[in-house]
Structure formats: structure tokens, C-alpha cells
């Protein structure tokens, strides 16, 4: 048995699809191709113990079968990722299996991680630890870590390069639904046609999109120490911020308002230009649309730009909104193609060098409206979802907070130690002024 701090791995295996699935290399698009190198996204899922003293309770047996079950449908997960003899990146869909491991802790409960903030020590513990830059790495790998208390972790490392969040949300409600339902289980089956986002030939990108568009981020050594730190707007908050927004969507209403007291905790000069940088699902922008349950990275990376006088202006967020829905707005057919055709023709690196943003930079990434407490093994939903870290300096995650907080929407920062105290401030401070 592996020791890794106070969690124990005590059982390790390969979990391969439970009936034949087709044996191809999977071609990447140009969008996929821009997350290879940002290796495994690490997800974490918690679980209170069981109220009804079920003695199956997150039963390992069963997890394996389900997940046998769905990597059938979604068995691009139980490949490999190499290389082809064109020297392009694919997925090898050779069955292999996705790594499963059992943990348990002996000191921990789920109590003890009730703040739930993502940190390098929650994934070393609760996430299998993966290396991306071996060869043939593995695409997808499962943690299931039982606690002290009864409860349970599900903690998943899955390659960027195979999917995005929506698509990983496909996976997972298979996986559950099979473990729920067995037999029974309705799966909705993912779309593998990648080549519905390849480049036009020859590639074509339109000059008016580069506006809008931000393929790459310029990731320097930080200043001093960043932190990471977890803020709640409730309801009746996230409520005000979209009236005062004129009506502006979640997103748009909470990204201007995180945009304006970043740049006023970071004190950035009136005159010096910030941008907002976001990345944005293309599924519903493309004409026609991607297929239902596209199954692949259908995400471009947008950026809202302004004179720091402007957004932090008095009285200015709905401004502030409109400048972040403008650009949304611009998101059509045309642009998505100029961002595809622009990747396949630099070969554009996504992978962020470890450092942070620009002080003048905010990047805001968003799991709004993803179905994250839905995933009920058999067992009841988790009290929390989350990626498991979170350590680049200029980084927000935004995600609906979980019915056990009320609602509303979780802001995980990763920001400078030294500014996050002010932002705190101004967060709530200016919310509470935007509410009266």
C-alpha cells in the first residue's frame, strides 16, 4: 500500500469498458489540441456519510461496474494519448482502462475540509496524481477515498485535452446514472465528430474577431505569494448585482463586479488598460449548432478590455456588464471559425507557464449553470463540488453554491496575498452599498 500523507491507497487497478468499443485514433481538433499540455483537470466531489446506515454504501463493486458501463459509450476515456505518424497528438482509443484507485483515512472526515477551498494539498490527498508528460499518459483516473466519519471523496483526474467541463459533466451523469439505475439507466450517448471543429481549408481567420479573441495568456513569476480564498454571494446579492446590471445574465452581472474591485484592490493606475479574459462554451454559437452531447473541448477564450477609469467608475456596472455581453454578443459562427482556423495555424501552446496574470489581466472561468450536484451515485448528492486547485495568480472560478449554502454563486479567488484582504473588503462592501 501507497501512504500519501494521511490518506492510505489501498487497492489500484485498471477499469476497462465492460463490452467491445471501436479501436481507432481519435483525430483532435485544433481546440482540443490547445488544452494537451494543461494536463489532467482535477475535479473533487464530497459525500456526508449515509443517514440511513446503508451497508452498501459507496460500494466499490458497484462504482467498478458502473464505470466499466460507461466508458462503452465514452470510451475515448480508456485510451491513451500519442502521437500519429503525421506527428499530430490523438487519442488512442485502445481500450486500455481508466486507473481506479481506493483510499482511505484514518484521521480525516469530511468535516475537517468543510471550507472546501481548493489547494495543492486537497489534490495531492483526494486526486490521483497523474503525469501528464509521460508517455502514452493515462486519460482518465478515479479516487475514491472513504473518511473517518463515514463519508466519501470521488476525486477525478481527466486530461484537458480529451474534454471540457460541459463534457466531463456528460461522463460523470453516465457514470452515475449506470451506478444508480444499473440496468435501468438512461444515457444520453456523447457525440465523437470531432472533425465538427476542424479548420476550414485553407484557414481563414476574419480581422475584426482577434478583437474579441484570446487564444494565449502571458503568465510571468508572481510579484510576492498568491492565495487562494472562497467567497459567498448569496441570492439575494447575485439578485441586486443583475438588477443594477440592467438585467445582465449571472455571469456577466458577477464578472464586472469581480473585474471592478480587482482593479480597485490592486490599485491599478485610471489610465492603464485591464482586460477581462473568459473562456466560453461555442456549442449553441456554431451554425449549425454542435450536436446534443458533443463530447470533445468546445471552448474559445474571449477577453473584454477598458481603461481602468472606466470600470471602476462610480455608478458604472452595468457599463461594466454591457462591455462583457458586447463581447459575448460578437460570439457567432464566423468568430468561433477564426478561432479554430487561428490555433490550427500558429499551433498556439495552452499551456500557462506557472506564475500569474498581468496586474491588469483578470481571468474568470466559469461552471455557472453546470449540473455539479446532480451527481447521485445511489447514495444521495454531494454537499460540494469543486476543481480541487487552484494557484494561478489572477484566476476566478465562479460556480453555482450548493443547496447546503443556500444558493447563490461561490467565488474561488487566486489572487496576490497582499490585495485579497481589500478585495474582501470591496466584494461586500460595494455589494452591500449596490444593494441599498
Not at 5 to 14: I, P, Q, R, T
Not at 65 to 77: D, E, G, H, N, R
Request: aromatic fraction near 8%; glycine fraction near 8%.
Amino acid at each position: 500500500m501507497d501512504r500519501i500523507g494521511e490518506v492510505v491507497v489501498a487497492e489500484s487497478c485498471l477499469v476497462m469498458p465492460s463490452s467491445e468499443t471501436p479501436r481507432r485514433a481519435l483525430w483532435l481538433s485544433p481546440l482540443d489540441l490547445f488544452y494537451a499540455n494543461r494536463g489532467h483537470i482535477p475535479l473533487l466531489y464530497f459525500y456526508r456519510p449515509s443517514s440511513s446506515g446503508a451497508t452498501d454504501f459507496f460500494d466499490v463493486t458497484r462504482l467498478k461496474a458502473a464505470l466499466s458501463k460507461a466508458l462503452v459509450p465514452f470510451y475515448p476515456l480508456a485510451g491513451r494519448l500519442d502521437v500519429g505518424q503525421d506527428g499530430r497528438l490523438q487519442i488512442n482509443c485502445d481500450g486500455q482502462g481508466a486507473l481506479f484507485l481506493v483510499a482511505h483515512t484514518s484521521s480525516l472526515t469530511v468535516e475537517d475540509l468543510s471550507d472546501f477551498k481548493p489547494s495543492p494539498e486537497l489534490r495531492r490527498l483526494l486526486v490521483p496524481h497523474l503525469n501528464s508528460a509521460e508517455a502514452a499518459p493515462i486519460i482518465c483516473a478515479i479516487q475514491v477515498t472513504f473518511f473517518r466519519c463515514g463519508g466519501v471523496a470521488i476525486g477525478a483526474a481527466l486530461h484537458h485535452v480529451a474534454l471540457d467541463g460541459n463534457a466531463a459533466s456528460y461522463f460523470f451523469r453516465a457514470w452515475t446514472a449506470f451506478c444508480r439505475d444499473g440496468e435501468r439507466a438512461v444515457v444520453d450517448l456523447p457525440c465523437h465528430d470531432r472533425a465538427l471543429l476542424s479548420a476550414r481549408e485553407p484557414p481563414v481567420v476574419r480581422p475584426d474577431a482577434l478583437s474579441v479573441l484570446c487564444p494565449s495568456l502571458n503568465l510571468s513569476e508572481a510579484s510576492g505569494p498568491v492565495a487562494t480564498e472562497v467567497f459567498l454571494l448569496g441570492k439575494d446579492h447575485v439578485s441586486a448585482l443583475k438588477r443594477i446590471c440592467g438585467g445582465a445574465t449571472t455571469f456577466c452581472a458577477v464578472s464586472a463586479h469581480m473585474w471592478r474591485c480587482m482593479c480597485l484592490a490592486r490599485r491599478l493606475l485610471p489610465g492603464s488598460t485591464t482586460r477581462l479574459v473568459f473562456p466560453a462554451n461555442v456549442r449553441r454559437s456554431l451554425n449549425p449548432p454542435l450536436p446534443d452531447r458533443y463530447f470533445g473541448n468546445a471552448v474559445v477564450i474571449l477577453a473584454a478590455a477598458g481603461k481602468t477609469q472606466d470600470i471602476i467608475a462610480a455608478g458604472g456596472l452595468a457599463s461594466v456588464a454591457g462591455r462583457i455581453r458586447g463581447v459575448i454578443g460578437r460570439m457567432d459562427d464566423e468568430v468561433v471559425r477564426s478561432a479554430v482556423d487561428q490555433l490550427e495555424l500558429v499551433k498556439i501552446d495552452g499551456r500557462p507557464a506557472r506564475g500569474s496574470l498581468p496586474a491588469t489581466d483578470l481571468r474568470v472561468i466559469s461552471w455557472l449553470g453546470m449540473p455539479l450536484y446532480d451527481k447521485d451515485f445511489r447514495w444521495g448528492k454531494p454537499v460540494a463540488a469543486l476543481r480541487a486547485e487552484s494557484n494561478y495568480g489572477g484566476f476566478v472560478h465562479l460556480m453555482d453554491a450548493s443547496p447546503q449554502e443556500g444558493g447563490g454563486v461561490r467565488v474561488i479567488v487566486c489572487a496576490e496575498a497582499a490585495i485579497v484582504s481589500d478585495f474582501k473588503r470591496l466584494l461586500y462592501a460595494n455589494l452591500q452599498h449596490s444593494v441599498l
